[in-house]
């Protein structure tokens, strides 16, 4: 029988922690979601192998690259999505978890929506670091809130202003996505060192439009924090969303993209 989601899972010698992301996905079953998951090994050694394998699950299958990208997640999910079947895409981090009953709600999401092409939830944090789990939870609330928001105002570009002018109010792991948009979109950017997924979901509700889902659809893993917290990736992370206006300037016009600046600066903040 043909899967509603596919889920596709890029995993860099995290052997314990893709097995629970794995699982999370194989849970939404309980919910009636035909699920199929394909785990791409980025490790040279393939060391989520014999994990994986060992789940027995025939609804799993594990591909070992044969070229590691030696840290590129873009090109591994590029891969990953034509060889699946859903008429849905989850890209789903190795270290994240999906939250039960996350796919029947994005789905029927999306169901309902038949104009918009990408679904997204809430992030619930979870972790060790009590300081870093307290500041992650924040700016997950704040992201939700401004995602509620933007929603209320009805079109896609007050979402896309978010994502362009103001910390971003989703990530990879909590969105679903039509099949059909992959091709609009032409992937993840492979350019790009970081946020590569802000970018991909930036274009795609651009395209598309989105719906975002009040509740919680992913339970997100907080660890020493990395992203933007150092010299060497905030100075990636700026070159990254250069090339992200770059283009948005390029695909959509500079008026719009000076209009959605100037809409953040005087509406969005208030908001």
Not at 72 to 100: C, I, K, M, Q, S
Not at 152 to 179: D, E, K, Q
Request: charged share 30%; aromatic share 8%.
């Amino acid at each position: 029988m043909t899967p509603e989601v596919s889920v596709v899972v890029p995993t860099f010698r995290r052997p314990a922690l893709v097995v629970e992301a794995v699982k999370s996905a194989l849970s939404q079953a309980d919910e009636g979601v035909r699920v199929e998951v394909l785990v791409l090994d980025d490790s040279p050694e393939g060391s989520a192998r014999e994990p994986v394998l060992a789940l027995g699950d025939a609804c799993v299958r594990y591909v070992k690259r044969d070229v590691p990208t030696g840290g590129n997640p873009a090109t591994v999910r590029n891969e990953g999505w034509p060889l699946t079947r859903g008429r849905y895409l989850h890209f789903l981090d190795d270290d994240d978890r999906a939250a039960p009953g996350a796919y029947r709600a994005l789905m029927h999401a999306l169901d309902t929506h038949p104009d918009r092409g990408v679904a997204f939830g809430r992030v619930a944090p979870f972790g060790d670091d009590a300081e870093v789990l307290a500041r992650q939870t924040a700016y997950f609330e704040d992201a939700a809130r401004r995602a509620r928001v933007a929603q209320r105002l009805g079109s896609r570009r007050w979402m896309v202003a978010n994502m362009l002018f103001r910390p971003t109010v989703l990530v990879n792991s909590a969105c679903l996505i039509r099949r059909e948009l992959l091709p609009r979109v032409g992937g993840y950017d492979t350019r790009l060192p970081l946020v590569e997924d802000v970018d991909f979901y930036l274009r795609a509700i651009r395209r598309a439009g989105a719906v975002f889902l009040d509740r919680v659809v992913l339970e997100y893993r907080t660890g020493a924090p990395s992203l933007m917290h150092n010299e060497r990736d905030a100075s990636k992370a700026v070159s990254a969303y250069r090339l992200i206006h770059e283009r948005y300037r390029r695909e959509w016009g500079a008026a719009e993209h000076t209009a959605l600046k100037l809409a953040t600066r005087t509406v969005l903040r208030w908001l």
